[in-house]
């Protein structure tokens, strides 16, 4: 049994309790945040004692009981909560941005092999969409990927929204196109050359941002994230014999559909359904098993979702901030 605590009492960290708690091989032992209620509220709901449900993350960090620990915590924090975490001697899956830029990156990646603790971004890539994506991919259906494109974008419409703030971890970039750029790093590896144009908000942040990358062999991805427009946060891979589109939203996708030739296949592959029964938490439990069968295994890290990768993905966005004139995070 895998005893997990939770860092932060937020939207994703409530989908992970409640994956916790169905899960027979894990357990949710202990919850931080600095709000009472919000404690209080998860905890009921989850079943954590309530002793254990702290309100200082100093205190979870000290919890020898707890084996790792999800960091749910603002952007803008993770780099501080994951090392507080490593350094105390747990394990930490933490939320996407893998840090605000690629030195917090590379801190904790270091963090963790110096503690000699799991540490894993956490990732999409174990849903059934793009475990079938990989296999169609390894397959060759497709042929040798020539483009890819993607764009994932919300408008924001209230200026004080935390996603326009540079303090709290804002910005196109760290927000929105973090996910197709990693989308992209999956498919094609990390980029030989980098392009970027962008508008820059009147905080100093990247809220509309294009990026073009080539990878090697020649392909080519071309990204558009935005603060100001909704945009589709669908994908499209397009190979030298056929095509792959995911449809959906590419952080939750449940479709995968296939062009190759003449053949055309729509895949449905919904990541909270098993046995016939839905499961609670928008398909996490497919990530704690990855994390369970790589710890079994011997492993401190992802293979799906490896720690140079994410530092590379870091480095692709100071990359483009640099470019587009946007302020360093
Ligand atoms: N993978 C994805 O598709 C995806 C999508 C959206 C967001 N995310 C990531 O998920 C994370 C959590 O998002 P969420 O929407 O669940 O959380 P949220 O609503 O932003 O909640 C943040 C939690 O962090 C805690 N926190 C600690 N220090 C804070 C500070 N200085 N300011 C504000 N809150 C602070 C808050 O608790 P206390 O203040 O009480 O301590 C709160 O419980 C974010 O980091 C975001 O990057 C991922």
Do not use: K
Request: charged fraction near 20%; glycine fraction near 10%; include cysteine.
């Amino acid at each position: 049994m895998i005893r997990w605590g939770i860092a932060g009492t937020g939207g994703f960290a409530s989908s992970v309790a409640a994956t916790l708690e169905w899960m027979s091989e894990a357990e949710l032992v202990a919850i931080a945040s600095s709000h009472h209620d919000e404690l209080r509220i998860l905890g009921d709901l989850h079943g954590v004692p309530s002793a254990r449900r702290y309100s200082s993350y100093e205190a979870l960090a000290a919890d020898d009981e707890v084996d790792l620990i999800y960091v749910a915590t603002p952007a803008s924090h993770h780099f501080e909560h994951t090392v507080l975490f490593l350094t105390a001697g747990r394990g930490v899956v933490c939320e996407t941005p893998f840090g605000l830029n690629e030195a917090q990156a590379a801190a904790m990646v270091a963090a963790a092999r110096a503690e000699g603790r799991f540490l894993m971004e956490t990732s999409a890539r174990n849903l059934p969409v793009y475990v079938r994506l990989r296999e169609v991919m390894a397959s060759d259906a497709i042929g040798e990927v020539v483009a890819f494109s993607s764009d994932y974008g919300y408008a924001v419409r209230d200026r004080d929204d935390p996603w326009l703030d540079p303090a709290r971890g804002g910005g196109a970039l760290l927000r929105q196109g973090v996910y197709p750029l990693s989308l992209a790093s999956m498919l094609l590896g990390t980029p030989e050359r980098v392009t970027a144009l962008g508008a820059i908000g009147d905080t100093g942040i990247d809220e509309h941002v294009a990026v073009l990358t080539s990878h090697s062999g020649g392909a080519t991805a071309a990204v558009t994230a935005s603060l100001r427009t909704h945009l589709t946060r669908t994908a499209r891979i397009s190979g030298t014999r056929g095509s792959i589109t995911v449809p959906g939203l590419i952080t939750a996708p449940t479709t995968l559909v296939v062009q190759g030739g003449d053949r055309y296949g729509r895949l449905d592959l919904p990541f909270d359904r098993e046995g016939g029964r839905s499961v609670p938490g928008a398909g996490f439990h497919h990530q704690v098993r990855h994390v369970h069968r790589r710890l079994r295994d011997g492993h401190l890290d992802s293979d799906i979702m490896p720690l140079d990768e994410s530092q590379s993905i870091m480095r692709t966005l100071d990359t483009v901030r640099a470019q587009i004139g946007a302020r360093p995070t």
